[in-house]
């Protein structure tokens, strides 16, 4: 759990990594075209994508799976014989 005392660590390392993110993008927006600007932008996002789905992919699974069980058990309760 963050204190009080770690506020000025965070808002420094965001301040870091913000001034880092605007020294890479000036430096993509002088050594680069458009076209690879666009392949490089494509190629972070795809990853992040990727990163992101493999976090959640065994979830979304797991509930899948869990939403099909639940369906089984009620259509075998709603449409099973009754035992007359």
């Known amino acids: 759990m963050a204190t ?3 506020l000025p660590q965070n808002a ?3 301040e870091l990594r ?3 993110r605007e020294a890479l993008v000036e430096y993509l927006r002088d050594k ?5 600007r666009k392949a ?5 996002i795809n990853e992040w ?4 789905f493999s976090g959640l992919g065994w979830i979304s699974f797991q ?3 869990a939403a099909m069980f639940g369906m089984a058990i009620y ?3 709603t449409y099973s014989p009754s035992g007359k």
């Open 4 to 6: 009080r005392d770690d």
């Open 40 to 44: 490089i932008l494509k190629e972070a």
């Open 75 to 77: 259509l075998w309760f």
């Open 63 to 65: 509930a899948l799976l």
């Open 18 to 20: 913000q001034a880092a």
């Open 12 to 14: 420094a390392a965001d």
């Open 32 to 36: 680069t075209t458009r076209e690879e």
């Open 49 to 52: 994508m990727t990163s992101k």
